[in-house]
């Protein structure tokens, strides 16, 4: 299974601030996920980042606010833009590889953002 | 209408018990997977077991098993021997389908599963 490292894994973030978290696996991978688990709630789907292209946002989840990166197979930035306290959540990547075990969606260890 | 449910708010269990934690699901695509996976007070998600829709027998992966029942939609998992360790938030989920360019995860609302001693 891949390894997947998320930065930061918690923070405490002033409103009107934004936030960048970072998704690191240890081997390339087709396709990279990211979604929010709000307090005491499931699991979203903000969106799928595409590799060299822009990401595909859900429903309810714009760019301006979720700005997605990934330049490469191996790597992806969500960033959380003008926080409010209604951004305060559980954020967790995940990867899939089709074709390869692709059953098997692997999500990393979340940040856990508190937004004052 | 909702595409998982879980019925079970939250469960308790005594040590080396087995358990059940339900799911059901709605679909009307052919492909699908179901997945469960466990999240401890840390947060982070736990893969634990998969079962696709076409697969003939129902999946195992140690202590855990999956009761799939297609017929009914439904796919409960069995967690057999409960540990302490398995106290935990534990996260049902489908993916309804794979086009190789999105593939996405619905899931459940989650059961809190407590194992006494």
């Known amino acids: 299974s891949a390894v997947i490292s998320q930065k930061p894994s918690r923070d405490i973030c002033q409103r009107g601030t934004s936030l960048t978290i970072q998704c690191q696996v240890d081997?390339?991978?087709?396709?990279m996920f990211w979604y929010r688990q709000q307090p005491g709630q499931s699991l979203t789907l903000i969106a799928t980042?595409?590799?060299?292209?822009?990401?595909?946002?859900e429903s309810g989840f714009v760019i301006d606010k979720f700005p997605i990166s990934r330049p490469n197979l191996t790597f992806s930035t969500l960033t959380v833009s003008n926080m409010s306290p209604e951004d305060s959540s559980i954020y967790l990547c995940?990867?899939?590889?089709?074709?390869?075990?692709?059953?098997?969606?692997?999500f990393g260890s979340g940040t856990q953002l508190s937004v004052l | 209408a909702q595409k998982i449910t879980q019925t079970q708010p939250g469960m308790f269990v005594q040590e080396k018990e087995a358990v059940t934690l339900d799911c059901t699901y709605d679909?009307?695509?052919?492909?699908?997977?179901l997945f469960w996976y466990k999240q401890p007070s840390s947060g982070e998600m736990i893969f634990l077991i998969y079962?696709?829709?076409?697969?003939?027998q129902n999946a195992t992966e140690g202590r855990y098993s999956l009761n799939f029942q297609k017929a009914r939609k439904s796919a409960n998992l069995v967690i057999s021997a409960s540990q302490l360790g398995d106290s935990a938030m534990y996260f049902c989920?489908?993916?309804?389908?794979?086009?190789?360019?999105?593939?996405?995860?619905?899931f459940g609302t989650g059961t809190r599963l407590q194992v006494t001693l």
């Open positions: 980042a595409n590799q060299g292209s822009e990401a595909t946002y």
């Open positions: 989920a489908m993916r309804e389908r794979f086009t190789g360019t999105a593939s996405k995860l619905t």
């Open positions: 079962q696709g829709s076409y697969d003939q």
């Open positions: 081997s390339q991978v087709t396709m």
């Open positions: 679909t009307s695509d052919p492909s699908y997977g």
């Open positions: 995940s990867v899939a590889n089709p074709g390869q075990n692709n059953e098997k969606l692997f």
